[in-house]
């Protein structure tokens, strides 16, 4: 058989497809998305792929079944179609896709029906998906079709539907490799139609089909879901060609709902009045909080996480984005989700101090929102609304006093410089002076200075000095531009230093997010992931944190080594509620806040794979920036977690295939090697009748030999069994080396008939502690072994020797064939290995029992060269001198 070439990781493979450096490089992929078997998904891929030849492309047709359909077989007559690749399995020839005939023959476009198919045990991959991304990164395009009951993340929803389960799947990241999707629809009504003409089923299959899966209700369902598979990918689509469209628009190819939420109880009202709005249109939502730099009080933070909380409960998408200008920032999200209609709050402002802020929010919106609807919701009740000045962003008193200085040192210059120098210019220094420390210093230290300059100028400089008089319309006029051009250089340089804030902020996020990113793909193993994550989230949060998974042998959560702090029995049931209702819990939120750490979910897929927690100090709070943050790692642990389960799965079903090929092999081998002596021994039976003499005898010495052989194969796999089991314990007892030796020689007496053995045993060897049987089964295995694969008359030779020190015994059989191939001496004690060339019988377990029934005893079994040819095996067991010599 020829060796199949090395299987490529499916999971690398769809990482290194996803990379948008290698999407030019790899192949096309067209799929054909049904809502269930029968739309004709197969006949539009056969159709399209006869357009495509008669353009001059070369197609090839992998695998299409067309189930009997006339129509579709006669679609296949101008097309060259692989013949399928047989395999036997459990008695069945299963015929299956050729892959490795498909890439010899690089056609330029490969049909591949039934995505989702399960290969036969012994194809180069256990899924038909695996095969077609293969084919992508060989560079072939392909067409395939799919229904959407196989698509991972809709299995669940089709369960629920029709009541069958979905046992054969294709991960979305598949479906998401596809450069077009054509979605073959056909209405209930006519499926059904189909269904009782025999289209889709014949018979009692049909029959059953149209009162179970085809119900008119399931088809409208699953219809449902195909349609809106089709418009989220269409939405994603959208969204990625908007991101470069220069364009300030949004595209009303569908009603997209955001709303404002703010740290106000009317917050509350306008999330639940958009749910209402949203279920009314059919349409989604998301709700956005603008995070400034203004610190947030605590009870407010606490009503900000009980809004974001509801939104996300009720449905929405949440997105938390930073900046000062928040009718800028609602806008800037708006177009980047592509929302037609923005809800917030009607404003209970001051209209003048609106004005002074540059107008109301809602005035804002309606002058940078172009196309964008905007939504006015007035408040059930006015709450009273205290004015909060924002403490935590003041200037520092060090600028005060810079500010100070500098305008007293220009005074001090002025008063020593009034004989030449004009008030006049003196005025412009002042001005000048307060438009350089608006570079360096805060709004309120700007706005002291230009205040205590025209003060200053004005008592001291300006006619009539010493008084706070102005005469002249110049001087009023360069007073109030002091005064003005503070309040201007001051806001902006707060606007400035906000939007810098602002950066930061931005910045650490990426930054963080980007060193995460980059230590989780260069980890190997899970565990090193993890310690990487968490060590990165202790030093960016100044927390303790731990992150607890499932385990996989009872499904409860175990907390991993790497994390910083341990779960007791109060924070692990914390962690467990985060974990069953897949939402955030313990401190600083609503629910269980008395627990020393937060504990949010990691979701994937709104399945929870684990709960990620932070710890911090008693003192210390967790901002919503940092929640974000927090959430973001947490998403990026949720990946990591579903690619180890992905990995691991996919190593067990490998392991799966290889168990069942190895357990057809032994299938096979077994019942040959069993066949073989039954035969002769049924034979020999069915012949005796009737003979006398010597050809009884000879009769009677063939059914002999194969009692012998058939005896020593069971004993083999019973032996084999007991080792697997570890039922094995061996009964040490002290032995006499000759016997052992002429132990095994008597049951090898027919197969070492033909080659003379030499025996080599010192006449001094004192008695060996060893288990008779075993040690007595091993040597028998060698020989038997040295009989079978030597040439007759070739000699074998025995030999037993206490070593240097006496430490150990050596039974060495040496042979004079053909040796060990190199390629042999790493695998020759596995189970079911044979050498090349050798002569057909046995099972390939002779020096696997001999290696377990050694090592049983604490021994030790080393492959070797026969100095003069052949190969060399040496069994060394333990010896030491007893304080009583045994009894002779």
């Known amino acids: 058989m020829e060796a199949s070439p090395p299987r490529p990781d499916p999971d690398a493979l769809l990482a290194r497809l996803s990379a948008e450096e290698t999407r030019a490089k790899r192949g096309h992929l067209k799929l054909f998305l049904g809502m269930c078997?029968?739309?004709?998904?197969?006949?539009?891929?056969?159709?399209?792929?006869?357009?495509?030849?008669?353009?001059?492309?070369?197609?090839?047709?992998?695998?299409?079944?067309?189930?009997?359909?006339?129509?579709?077989?006669?679609?296949?007559?101008?097309?060259?179609?692989?013949?399928?690749?047989?395999?036997?399995?459990?008695?069945?020839?299963?015929?299956?896709?050729?892959?490795?005939?498909?890439?010899?023959?690089?056609?330029?476009?490969v049909l591949v029906d039934e995505l989702a198919h399960t290969n036969a045990p012994g194809c180069r991959h256990a899924k038909r998906w695996q095969d077609v991304v293969e084919l992508l990164e060989a560079g072939l395009d392909v067409f395939t079709t799919v229904n959407i009951q196989h698509v991972e993340s809709r299995a669940d929803a089709v369960h629920q539907i029709t009541g069958a389960p979905v046992h054969e799947t294709v991960p979305d990241s598949v479906l998401d490799l596809a450069d077009e999707i054509e979605l073959v629809d056909i209405t209930p009504e006519n499926l059904r139609e189909r269904l009782q003409e025999g289209k889709v089923y014949l018979g009692e299959r049909a029959v059953a089909a149209g009162d179970g899966f085809f119900k008119e209700a399931n088809l409208i369902a699953l219809r449902e879901l195909a349609l809106r598979y089709m418009a989220e990918r269409m939405d994603r689509q959208a969204r990625e060609m908007r991101a470069g469209d220069v364009r300030r628009v949004v595209w009303r190819s569908g009603e997209r709902l955001l709303v404002a939420v703010a740290p106000s109880p009317f917050s509350t009202q306008l999330v639940r009045w958009t749910r209402r709005m949203?279920?009314?249109?059919?349409?989604?939502?998301?709700?956005?909080?603008?995070?400034?730099?203004?610190?947030?009080?605590?009870?407010?933070?606490?009503?900000?996480?009980?809004?974001?909380?509801?939104?996300?409960?009720?449905?929405?998408?949440?997105?938390?984005?930073?900046?000062?200008?928040?009718?800028?920032?609602?806008?800037?999200?708006?177009?980047?989700?592509?929302?037609?209609?923005?809800?917030?709050?009607?404003?209970?402002?001051?209209?003048?101090?609106?004005?002074?802020?540059?107008?109301?929010?809602?005035?804002?919106?309606?002058?940078?929102?172009?196309?964008i609807d905007i939504y006015l919701v007035p408040a059930e009740h006015k709450p009273s609304r205290r004015l909060r000045l924002d403490w935590a962003n003041r200037s520092g008193q060090r600028e005060y006093l810079e500010s100070l200085g500098v305008i007293a040192g220009l005074t001090f210059a002025g008063l020593l410089s009034s004989n030449w120098l004009s008030y006049h210019t003196l005025g412009f220094l002042y001005l000048l002076a307060v438009i350089g420390l608006s570079l360096r210093v805060g709004r309120g230290p700007v706005l002291f200075a230009g205040l205590f300059a025209a003060t200053v100028w004005n008592y001291l400089f300006i006619p009539p000095r010493f008084t706070l008089i102005i005469n002249s319309v110049d001087d009023i006029l360069l007073f109030f531009a002091t005064v003005a051009v503070s309040l201007v250089a001051g806001q902006l340089t707060a606007r400035v230093r906000a939007q810098a804030r602002n950066e930061r902020v931005r910045e650490v996020r990426a930054t963080a997010l980007f060193q995460l990113?980059?230590?989780?793909?260069?980890?190997?193993?899970?565990?090193?992931?993890?310690?990487?994550?968490?060590?990165?989230?202790?030093?960016?949060?100044g927390a303790q944190t731990t992150l607890a998974l499932v385990d996989e042998n009872n499904g409860n959560l175990a907390a991993h080594f790497a994390g910083s702090y341990p779960l007791d029995e109060k924070e692990r049931g914390v962690a467990e509620w985060a974990f069953r209702n897949r939402r955030t819990a313990g401190r600083f939120t609503d629910t269980l806040p008395g627990s020393a750490g937060y504990y949010t979910p990691l979701l994937r897929e709104n399945?929870?794979?684990?709960?990620?927690?932070?710890?911090?100090?008693?003192?210390?709070?967790?901002?919503?920036?940092?929640?974000?943050?927090?959430?973001?790692?947490?998403?990026?642990?949720?990946?990591v977690v579903e690619h180890e389960h992905l990995r691991a799965a996919g190593e067990r079903e490998k392991l799966l295939a290889e168990s069942d090929k190895l357990h057809r092999s032994l299938l096979d081998s077994v019942s040959h090697e069993l066949r073989t002596p039954l035969a002769v021994i049924t034979s020999a039976l069915d012949n005796l009748t009737g003979l006398d003499g010597t050809a009884r005898d000879a009769l009677l010495d063939e059914a002999r030999t194969a009692t012998r052989r058939l005896n020593r194969l069971v004993g083999n796999l019973l032996d084999q069994t007991r080792l697997e089991s570890g039922t094995l314990k061996p009964r040490l007892d002290w032995c006499d080396a000759r016997d052992l030796v002429n132990a095994a020689l008597a049951a090898n007496t027919d197969a070492l008939a033909g080659h003379p053995v030499k025996v080599a045993i010192a006449d001094d060897l004192p008695s060996v502690r060893a288990d008779f049987t075993l040690t007595e089964q091993a040597l028998a295995n060698l020989l038997t072994n040295a009989a079978q694969h030597t040439p007759a008359g070739t000699p074998v030779a025995v030999e037993v020797r206490l070593e240097p020190g006496g430490r150990r015994v050596a039974f060495t059989v040496a042979d004079s064939g053909p040796g060990f191939p190199a390629g042999l001496r790493e695998t020759a004690f596995r189970k079911f290995i044979r050498g090349p060339g050798v002569r057909p019988g046995g099972l390939g377990l002779g020096l696997s029992i001999v290696q377990g029934f050694i090592n049983a005893q604490g021994g030790e079994v080393v492959l070797g060269d026969n100095p003069g040819g052949g190969a060399s095996i040496t069994l060394y067991l333990p010896h030491h001198v007893p304080e009583n010599s045994p009894p002779a």
């Not at 929870?608 to 790692?633: E, I, S």
């Open 517 to 541: 990113t980059r230590s989780l793909a260069e980890a190997s193993t899970l565990d090193e992931a993890v310690f990487a994550a968490l060590r990165q989230a202790d030093d960016l949060f």
């Open 37 to 109: 078997p029968g739309v004709g998904k197969t006949y539009d891929m056969l159709r399209t792929a006869c357009q495509e030849q008669s353009s001059g492309v070369s197609v090839l047709v992998g695998l299409v079944e067309t189930h009997g359909r006339v129509e579709t077989e006669a679609l296949l007559q101008p097309l060259t179609v692989l013949p399928r690749k047989e395999f036997t399995y459990r008695g069945t020839v299963l015929r299956e896709m050729d892959l490795e005939a498909i890439l010899a023959r690089r056609s330029k476009l």
């Open 607 to 639: 399945n929870a794979v684990g709960v990620l927690g932070v710890k911090l100090a008693a003192d210390g709070t967790l901002t919503l920036g940092q929640r974000d943050l927090l959430d973001a790692f947490a998403r990026q642990l949720a990946l």
């Open 278 to 371: 949203s279920a009314a249109l059919g349409a989604p939502w998301v709700a956005v909080h603008v995070d400034s730099s203004r610190s947030l009080a605590p009870d407010e933070q606490k009503l900000l996480d009980k809004n974001l909380a509801l939104a996300r409960e009720l449905g929405a998408e949440v997105i938390v984005t930073r900046d000062d200008d928040v009718p800028a920032a609602l806008i800037r999200v708006a177009l980047e989700c592509n929302a037609t209609q923005i809800v917030v709050g009607k404003p209970r402002g001051s209209r003048w101090l609106e004005l002074l802020r540059g107008g109301s929010l809602v005035d804002r919106l309606v002058r940078l929102g172009g196309n």
